[in-house]
């Protein structure tokens, strides 16, 4: 029986970062990944050229949220913190080969118009690991603008993050996700508001401060 065919652009990710971790990610060759991952450059024809690949760096580092499931008991920020924080750990043995990637991505418009994609992705998938991708109490986009925007912020402190228990991404997360809290408490006191039924069962004034919202 024929051994597995290898997934090139799973391997090229991982030979990309091995290979940025000791150079600058601009020098490096489509013809140099294929050697590092010991695969063929034709392997790659019609698959994958070297932005396909910086861009499915991403992705790849999206799988680590879901190697646990959710403890439903915490609450969902809670749940949210801990699935984003998997991927960060995933991501530090690959530390140097990725910030020499986001150096030089940080230089190229349509790279970071296809990270700004791939964010949207990774948090609407971060919400479904941490079981809130439902769309009750706040619209999923909603949600998932805040969770991208919260991991962007929490990278940034991951990039100068320099304690081995990441005190500085954890802390940045944590602030992003509570402002993140109080953004769609106030969305949904607002929709609740607008909606809220006047005694004739029309559509009446806002509901006074303090009044609890409907869902």
């Known amino acids: ?57 991403e992705p790849y580092f999206d799988k680590a949220m879901s190697a646990e499931a959710a403890d439903m008991d915490d609450t ?29 991505r940080d230089r190229s418009p349509p790279r970071l118009a296809a ?21 009750t109490r706040a619209p999923v986009s909603a949600k998932a603008a805040n969770a991208g925007w919260a991991m962007a912020r929490a990278e940034r402190a991951w990039r100068k993050e320099t304690s081995a228990d990441f005190s500085r991404t954890m802390a940045a997360l944590d602030k992003e996700l509570r402002d993140a809290e109080d953004r769609l408490n106030a969305l949904r006191m607002f929709r609740g508001r607008r909606r809220r039924p006047n005694a004739a069962g029309e559509g009446g004034p806002e509901a006074p401060p303090g009044a609890t919202p409907q869902e």
């Open 1 to 57: 029986m024929s051994a597995k065919k290898r997934d090139p652009i799973k391997a090229g990710v991982e030979a990309a970062l091995k290979l940025g971790a000791a150079r600058p990610w601009a020098e490096i060759t489509l013809a140099e990944i294929a050697d590092e991952a010991g695969l063929k450059l034709s392997e790659f024809y019609d698959v994958a050229d070297k932005d396909s690949l910086s861009d499915a760096v």
């Open 76 to 104: 969902p920020r809670e749940r949210l913190f801990d699935v984003i924080m998997r991927r960060f750990e995933a991501m530090e043995p690959h530390r140097e080969g990725l910030l020499s990637l986001m150096k030089w």
């Open 115 to 135: 990270l700004l994609r791939a964010r949207q992705r990774t948090a609407k998938w971060a919400l479904a690991c941490a079981g809130l991708d439902g769309s």
